[in-house]
């Protein structure tokens, strides 16, 4: 159980095009979906964290208008990449938080989503 | 505010070997501590959490970690290391609410046959 999903696995697309990720949980419901991101051999930052229903919360200098969240339903958070540059190619990962099995604390991680910019 | 901070971004092990990863915290509030594997071009995979019960947690895959609250550490062990364990981990650190998970570093491991 507590499966997370990501689309695509990997993307490539032009300078100045947007692109979407969709995160999934499969098998129970998320109140919270996190979105990190993860450049070559280094850790996961935190971009963004958002609720079921409600505007996300952005991490200090991350650009909300260029990296939109949208987190419409308890399964689907999606992450728009807007005018994308290649300075925006990295891995992005999300996570999903609910209460299956009653672990409210727990994040699940997606496989995540490799975005090339050209 | 918390951070997380672990020892080593490289560690060479041979198969067979004890491996020992070192992770240590600082957390303004009673801290919920996890490891996670990463393997090339994948998410991440939970090994084990500490969530204010015992101090010794066992994980999947072999692994462990003790939490010492006198020197806020959180280390990972597996007694013998075998070759699918090469990959990439992490320690990361949360409140009992689970709000934001902050993460170390990472350690690599390698594996030598």
């Known amino acids: 159980g507590a499966v997370v999903s990501q689309h695509p696995s990997r993307v490539i697309c032009k300078s100045g095009t947007s692109v979407k990720i969709e995160c999934r949980s499969l098998?129970?419901?998320?109140?919270?979906m996190f979105w990190y991101r993860q450049f070559p051999k280094q850790s996961l930052m935190l971009m963004a964290t958002?609720?079921?229903?409600?505007?996300?919360?952005?991490e200090q200098g991350v650009e909300k208008d260029k990296f939109l969240i949208n987190h419409a339903s308890l399964t689907l958070s999606t992450l728009t990449v807007t005018s994308a540059h290649p300075e925006d190619s990295s891995f992005y990962i999300c996570s999903a938080r609910g209460s299956p099995g009653g672990r409210t604390y727990e994040q699940y991680f997606g496989p995540g989503t490799r975005l090339t910019v050209t | 505010a918390q951070s997380v901070t672990q020892l080593g971004s490289h560690v060479s092990v041979s198969e067979g070997a004890l491996v020992l990863l070192r992770c240590n915290y600082s957390s303004s509030v009673p801290p919920y501590l996890f490891w996670y594997v990463q393997y090339p071009n994948q998410g991440l995979q939970l090994l084990l959490k500490y969530t204010s019960a015992a101090t010794l947690v066992k994980g999947i895959n072999g692994f462990e970690a003790e939490f010492k609250k006198s020197e806020t550490s959180f280390h990972l062990t597996k007694p013998s290391a075998h070759m699918s364990d090469a990959a990439e981990y992490f320690c990361?650190?949360?409140?009992?609410?689970?709000?934001?998970?902050?993460f170390g570093g990472g350690t690599r491991v390698l594996v030598k046959p």
């Open positions: 958002s609720n079921e229903g409600s505007k996300a919360t952005y």
């Open positions: 098998d129970f419901q998320a109140t919270t």
């Open positions: 990361a650190v949360s409140g009992p609410e689970g709000n934001k998970l902050t």
